[in-house]
């Protein structure tokens, strides 16, 4: 059983900065692509950030030059580190991970649970 567990959310005031954690769990073969998406009531999921197994990272064009993705493939780890946060970043946040558990199975994605940022004054 593999977990997506993030941590790090919570209510900023406009300029602040907060820093998302993702640890993956489980019986896991090996991580590929790991990133943070984002929703808000009545809108669709969108990416925030990304990074490739082989190291590339890609950002939404809202967040570029505010926000950082880096991860720690020994512990499975993905962070998000976020800058200069706006009213317009309060969202739920979700940690997602392409995962090959077994060598008998394709990868597939995993999501975690949410996390909730608020940026208000």
């Known amino acids: 059983q593999v977990r997506l567990v993030e941590s790090g959310g919570g209510l900023v005031q406009p300029g602040g900065s907060l820093r998302l954690s993702c640890a993956a769990s489980?019986?896991?073969?090996?991580?590929?692509?790991m990133g943070w998406y984002r929703q808000t009531p009545g809108k669709e999921r969108e990416l925030v950030a990304s990074?490739?197994?082989?190291?590339?990272?890609n950002y939404a064009d809202s967040v570029k030059g505010r926000f950082t993705i880096s991860r720690d493939n020994a512990k499975n780890l993905v962070y998000l580190q976020m800058n200069s946060l706006k009213p317009e970043d309060t969202a739920v946040y979700y940690c997602?991970?392409?995962?090959?558990?077994?060598?008998?199975?394709?990868?597939?994605?995993?999501w975690g649970q949410g996390t909730q940022v608020t940026v208000s004054s």
């Open positions: 997602n991970a392409h995962i090959k558990v077994s060598v008998l199975y394709a990868a597939r994605n995993y």
């Open positions: 990074f490739t197994s082989g190291g590339s990272t």
């Open positions: 489980g019986n896991i073969l090996r991580i590929d692509d």
